[in-house]
């Protein structure tokens, strides 16, 4: 069975930085495309960063600068570096692992931004 286990949320500081893990278990990480989703109060749930199989990564407008995807394939994690924290960017962070015919979702874990 497929699980994805999100870890490293916690308050921060608007300007600080936060790294964000995604173990996968019951699957390697080299056979998926990996994304980090968030999902804010209210607000729809949305692609903020992804990395192929390839390697090849993409990033939303509202992060692009400022959050770093990557991964391990030898510890089967996915990672996310997020920098220069802003007021718009809290919410719950979601890994999600994509094939052709499937994907799976990690529980998600709360990055709130401090005032």
């Known amino acids: 069975q497929v699980q994805l286990v999100e870890s490293g949320g916690g308050l921060v500081q608007p300007g600080g930085s936060l790294r964000l893990s995604c173990v996968t278990h019951?699957?390697?990480?080299?056979?998926?495309?990996m994304g980090w989703f968030r999902q804010a109060p209210g607000k729809q749930r949305e692609l903020v960063a992804s990395?192929?199989?390839?390697?090849?990564?993409n990033y939303s407008d509202s992060v692009r600068g400022r959050f770093t995807i990557s991964k391990d394939t030898a510890k089967n994690t996915v990672y996310r570096q997020m920098s220069n924290l802003e007021f718009e960017d809290p919410a719950v962070y979601y890994c999600?692992?994509?094939?052709?015919?499937?994907?799976?979702w990690g529980r998600g874990t709360q990055v709130p931004v401090s005032s």
């Open positions: 990395i192929t199989r390839t390697n090849s990564t």
């Open positions: 019951g699957t390697l990480i080299y056979i998926w495309d």
């Open positions: 999600n692992a994509t094939s052709l015919s499937t994907n799976h």
